[in-house]
């Protein structure tokens, strides 16, 4: 039994949360030129105002949401119900990326990671699932990252963020497939953003925004759950997971330049 994709994005009604920079922005704009309707959630006000602005006519919504907080999720999803009378795919975005070892450990940034990067999309498929349900349809797609694949150096909080959003996303899939609800789980490797502004390495097949954007919508309209890239980075952690820890440790030491 394989879940559903999207055979075309033209009047989807699309809520993008983390649509005011970076990927989400990118994934925005694309949903526009393809026809959507895309409700746009995130922080900054200005930025999201600024987007829908430039949207055709009628196709946008502009709904401010800190996704540390429960009742603003549930009320802009209420708001997308009142206005477009049901929601097709929500696509969760918005995280928080801060470089951490343990040598630099911080409780305070590690909470906050772990809040908005797990509980956060947890807060939006709680307030989205109901509806979808009730009409056994819809699309539930939320970026996590190669990072959650295994222990890497510096995601000493964002990796374990990332892993958690695997896993939710996996049991996601089990319980909704025989509802008629889609799950994508998005797992970027190296996006050239605000947030990977911060590091200071190399890195390995960088990617812009806009690609990254083409990706994910490909993807979940052809009904991938499993939708990772760039393939050449992103199979090459995932061969990791599978070696034994002596030689995973040996290999990201040798080779992982970070």
Same mark, same amino acid.
């Given at each position: ?9 033209? *009047? ?45 006519? *009628? ?20 708001? %997308? ?33 772990? *809040? ?49 959003? %695997? ?18 789980? %998005? ?38 759950? *499993? ?32």
């Amino acid at each position: 039994m394989k879940q559903k994709g999207i055979s075309t994005y033209l *009047d989807k009604r699309v809520w993008v949360i983390g649509a005011s920079s970076g990927i989400g922005q990118a994934c925005a704009k694309a949903l526009f030129s393809a026809g959507a309707k895309v409700a746009l959630s995130g922080r900054r006000v200005e930025h999201l105002n600024e987007l829908a602005s430039k949207a055709p006519a *009628d196709k946008a919504l502009a709904l401010p949401v800190d996704v540390l907080n429960e009742e603003q999720i549930t009320q802009a999803h209420r708001t %997308i119900l009142e206005k477009w009378g049901g929601l097709d795919l929500l696509l969760f975005v918005s995280g928080t990326y801060v470089p951490m070892r343990a040598t630099d450990f911080n409780l305070k940034l590690a909470e906050k990671m772990v *809040d908005t990067n797990l509980l956060g999309p947890m807060r939006a498929v709680a307030a989205v699932l109901p509806a979808m349900l009730k009409r056994h349809a819809g699309h539930i797609a939320i970026v996590g990252s190669v990072a959650g694949y295994s222990g890497l150096p510096k995601a000493l909080a964002y990796g374990p963020s990332k892993a958690g959003i %695997i896993n939710f996303c996996e049991t996601l899939y089990y319980d909704l497939l025989p509802e008629g609800v889609s799950v994508h789980l %998005i797992s970027p490797g190296f996006v050239a953003t605000e947030a990977t502004a911060q590091n200071d390495f190399e890195m390995p097949a960088l990617m812009t925004a806009e690609a990254a954007a083409m990706e994910i919508l490909k993807g979940i309209q052809a009904g991938e759950f *499993d939708i990772h890239f760039p393939k050449r980075f992103s199979r090459f952690l995932k061969f990791l997971r599978i070696l034994p820890y002596p030689s995973y440790f040996w290999i990201v030491r040798r080779f992982v330049k970070i």
